[in-house]
């Protein structure tokens, strides 16, 4: 209500949609409704940001995982049998964990690497945890040692010798989700995605800002997708496949040559 002595009122967001909370209803409600978009296509035809391309990589739960999946599925089954159902957001983060540290990720992001050795200069992997940075150092120290790690303690000097380059890559978890600025920044990996989509634009951000020391950069990205996922009832949530979906589209966007 701290708005309602004002005539007009105006509000500006990079990532306007947001899942799992009502933002979007009290933004509405406190300044009003949407009037002008401006989305990450438009900024790409005007030249704003970098065009890039796009390296699905399939994946699939081993086993295991699905052990530990069906766990989680009858859990939810017996909560709701009990009369203590749980939240759809609280059954979905669980779902997601299991997806997130799927046990071939760092096999299936080894064999990408061995044939693409060049995109681990000037990049940054996103991972879900610590324990699953370790895994990804592992497959990196197959092919450098100059790359760090910056999870929740670490110093900012992190982010400095990647942007100098003294650092080629870099392993984190959201603390890069936002707030940095390295125009150099060629290369993200998508080692974990959340379902939000807001966090898929904030990390794939990093790297599409253009460089104007490289005016002819190209991004890529490389984003671990699995094959299938399940809900609760056994039918299938693509919410890897839509993710898949979108930034594929995203990436056939080019700038428009401007003829003046």
Known sequence: GSHEPFIYTLGLTATPERDYDDGNDFIENEIGPVIFKFKIEDAIREGILCEFNYFPLSFQLTSEDKKKRNKVIRAYHAAANAGNAWPKE???IRLAAIQKNAQ????IL???IKQNQEKLVSTIFFVD???Q???IASVVKNYTYNFGTFYQEASNQVIDYLSSNRLHSVIACTRLNEGIDIPSLKNIFLVSSSRAKL???QRIGRCLRIDKKNPHKV???VDLVLDEDLDEDGEIVN????RKEWITELSKVKKEKNDG
């Open 104 to 107: 071939n990720k760092p096999m």
């Open 129 to 131: 945890n610590k324990a």
């Open 90 to 92: 609280q059954f979905y």
């Open 199 to 201: 966090t898929t634009i």
């Open 239 to 242: 919410s890897d496949q839509e």
């Open 110 to 112: 080894d064999e990408f």
């Open 133 to 135: 940075g370790k895994q």
């Open 219 to 221: 991004a890529n990205i």
